[in-house]
């Protein structure tokens, strides 16, 4: 399972670290994900962290958001800076199941909303 | 990056019908796509991945198809739980959602 939190209300150029803790698998031995949801829209991919440490950002998010883990407590976390409001949105934390399909997101947690305003 | 144009934006349908989602891929993604079923106020959960092979616990009223750059998603026998947002994913190259397929009750 995931469970994340973190979210809330903050300004714009504020940031925000979201957290994902996972139970049942090691996030560190599994593709782990972002994805991203404003309200009433579609899904969006925002980040991705391999289980070897590589990373990889949506362009919108380049330089203004880090994905990192930390094992000993295995949780995610996506580190939000110079947040924006069109970042407001449900994010969600999913797994990605590599024998699958690479990016086969096959556990989503239950969201948490982050909302940038003045 | 690869674009996912996915159609209908939405489509009405009764019960015990047969619907078909439709994505296209802006360039040829082999058999990377998955699709996903989301209900309001919940996450997503996988339906089907690598195009054609059904995730575990899914009902078989439920398949996949397609290659290359046109994929489908097809809903035999639509039952009431069905009604909810259908998503196209490419991880050919980085990842990338189709924008969602509304399936409302007619």
């Known amino acids: 399972q995931l469970r994340e939190s973190g979210g809330g209300l903050i300004q714009p150029g504020g940031s925000l670290r979201l957290s994902c803790a996972a139970s049942g698998f090691s996030i560190s031995n599994n593709y782990m994900s972002w994805v991203r949801q404003a309200p009433g829209k579609g899904l969006d991919w925002v980040s991705v962290?391999?289980?070897?440490?590589?990373?990889f950002y949506t362009d919108s998010v380049k330089g203004r958001f880090t994905i990192s883990r930390e094992e000993s407590t295995n949780t995610l976390f996506l580190q939000m800076d110079s947040l924006r409001v069109d970042d407001t949105a449900v994010y969600y934390c999913?797994?990605?199941?590599?024998?699958?399909?690479?990016?086969?997101?096959?556990?989503w947690g239950q969201g948490t909303m982050v909302t940038v305003s003045s | 990056d690869i674009q996912m144009t996915q159609s209908p934006s939405s489509l009405s349908a009764s019960v015990g019908d047969r619907v078909t989602i439709t994505c296209r891929a802006s360039q040829n993604i082999g058999s990377f796509v998955n699709w996903y079923q989301q209900k309001p106020g919940k996450g997503p959960q996988i339906l089907i991945y690598a195009a054609s092979s059904l995730q575990s616990g899914v009902p078989s009223r439920f398949s996949g198809g397609g290659s290359g750059t046109d994929f489908t998603l097809t809903i035999s026998n639509l039952q009431p739980e069905d009604f909810a947002t259908y998503y196209c994913q490419q991880t050919y190259s980085s990842r990338t959602f189709g924008q969602g397929t509304n399936v409302e009750i007619k």
């Open positions: 962290l391999y289980s070897g440490g590589r990373t």
């Open positions: 999913a797994r990605e199941n590599t024998a699958m399909l690479p990016g086969a997101l096959d556990i």
